[in-house]
């Protein structure tokens, strides 16, 4: 049971890692990359925690094993912002004071960045859809809603730096 | 997770060379959505698993040289979901992969993987069925094809014997005047597995129902199809009437069982409910 090599990139750079077939890529972010935003909820796909970008896509990493990303591009919550410039939506986040306990909040981030990047003007009813598979458990979702729907005015004016 | 060899090949002649001889220790994974939560808790405890990720041919959705739509085993039920001729053309397959977990999930989760699971709330069966596709399966013996209907053969258990893979779906083009919806019932929104899910598909002739089609899932160990309420709409003009009536027979289809998601009573009733509303919408789309 051999590790094997994984090569894509991640958050724009390109990563070598030596990985065990049966990883996820979640824990290849976390316990190889050293990556710790996505977290572990469920472990299941049902909670949202562990949520990234893979090729533009929003999945639930917990669910992928890291060696189907080879080849693929993968963005964490560490990706999001630009040369230390906070993305739109982790700005409205910190000024809103979003974050209760914290934990679901990286995977919501990339969630509603998912959703802004297909759809920059969402109605509430987007809104509510798109972040519908992230659960927080301090259930700070009215927020959230208030954050994304501030950002996403930002964004569509294309004010996003 | 229990520790096992994963095998990445680039063709279907590859997965099938890496499946050869190994029998029930090798398992395919294409989202992982349903395979990973049970390797994690040890309910699938494989030596092997096939990558298909990286198999471009599994990825075709297409229209076929008769018209019709090919749908690659690992299109994803966001790609259905969003894909506008299927949208347009087959507007209950969009509606059932719609339904599937959450937009994290969708994005992995596959139509063949919905299928092979074989899970009887499997939301993306019923429209499929109603709508007579075909399963295009690969083996060693070369490529067979099975009508979605007879895929089915218990719960978790499908037509594909150990060393085959489901390769792409084939949906024929619906006649002129033709409508689908797929309609379930979950106590959440989101995020839920159905109670009882119901696919109707209808063909008007002239003024009259010229074909109906009814798949019921969460109903029985498999989806099934209500031969005797197609029958009562088949031929008879579509009045409110005979809808009710077809609802009605349709429940005569189910053989429900009780659980933690509601009784073989609830169901039945469901099955009522969801068979009319369906077949109305069906009825409208198909330009009634």
């Known amino acids: 049971m051999a590790k094997l090599i994984l090569r894509c990139t991640v958050n724009g750079e390109d990563v070598e890692v030596l990985v065990s077939p049966y990883v996820t890529l979640l824990d290849a972010l976390r316990e190889d990359l050293g990556l710790t935003g996505p977290k572990e909820g469920c472990g299941t796909g049902d909670c949202g925690a562990c949520s990234v970008h893979l090729d533009g896509k929003l999945v639930a990493s917990c669910l992928v094993l890291a060696l189907q990303a080879r080849g693929r591009s993968v963005k964490t919550i560490e990706g999001l912002a630009k040369d230390d410039v906070l993305h739109p939506l982790q700005e409205a986040f910190v000024r809103m004071g979003v974050p209760q306990c914290g934990f679901c909040i990286p995977g919501v981030l990339m969630a509603a960045a998912a959703l802004l990047a297909d759809n920059p003007r969402p109605t509430e009813s987007e809104i509510r859809y798109g972040i519908a598979g992230n659960l927080c458990r301090c259930t700070g979702y009215t927020k959230m809603l208030a954050a994304i729907t501030e950002a996403a005015g930002t964004v569509a004016a294309g004010k996003e730096r | ?288």
């Not at chain 2, 808790?41 to 040289?65: I, M, Q, T, Y």
């Not at chain 2, 499908?158 to 409508?179: I, K, N």
């Not at chain 2, 199809?225 to 429940?251: D, F, K, M, S, W």
Request: proline fraction near 7%; charge should be positive; hydrophobic fraction near 45%.
């Open chain 2, 1 to 288: 997770m229990r520790r096992f060899e994963l095998a990445v090949p680039t063709s279907v002649d590859d997965c099938l060379k890496a499946m050869a001889g190994q029998g029930t220790a090798v398992k395919l994974v294409a989202g992982g959505t349903d395979l990973l939560p049970q390797l994690k808790n040890s309910l699938l405890n494989p030596a092997l698993v096939v990558d298909l990720s990286g198999v471009k041919e599994l990825r075709a959705l297409e229209r076929d040289a008769a018209g019709g739509l090919r749908i690659g085993a690992a299109v994803t039920a966001r790609e259905l979901e969003l894909d506008p001729r299927v949208r347009a053309e087959y507007p209950a397959i969009a509606e059932s992969a719609a339904l599937v977990g959450s937009i994290q999930i969708r994005n992995l989760a596959t139509v063949g993987g919905n299928l092979c699971n074989a899970a009887p709330s499997a939301d993306m069966a019923p429209p499929l069925i109603a709508l007579e596709a075909e399963a295009v399966i690969a083996g060693p013996k070369g490529r067979r094809r099975v009508p979605l209907a007879s895929f089915f053969q218990g719960v978790r258990r499908t037509a594909l014997e150990p060393d085959e893979l489901l390769l792409e779906l084939v949906v024929p083009r619906p006649a002129p005047r033709s409508g689908g919806n797929y309609l379930r019932h979950t106590p959440r929104r989101e995020l839920d597995i159905a109670v009882v899910g119901v696919a109707s598909q209808l063909t008007l002739g002239d003024g009259v129902c010229a074909k109906a089609r009814i798949v019921l899932a969460s109903v029985a160990p498999t989806p099934v199809r209500a031969p005797e309420a197609e029958h009562a709409l088949e031929g008879q003009p579509l009045t409110a009437e005979r809808i009710e009536a077809a609802a009605t027979l349709a429940v005569s289809a189910a053989s429900p069982i009780s659980d933690q998601r509601g009784s073989a009573e609830y169901r039945r009733h469901l099955v009522r409910v969801l068979t009319r509303r369906t077949l109305i919408t069906a009825r409208e789309r198909a330009g009634a």
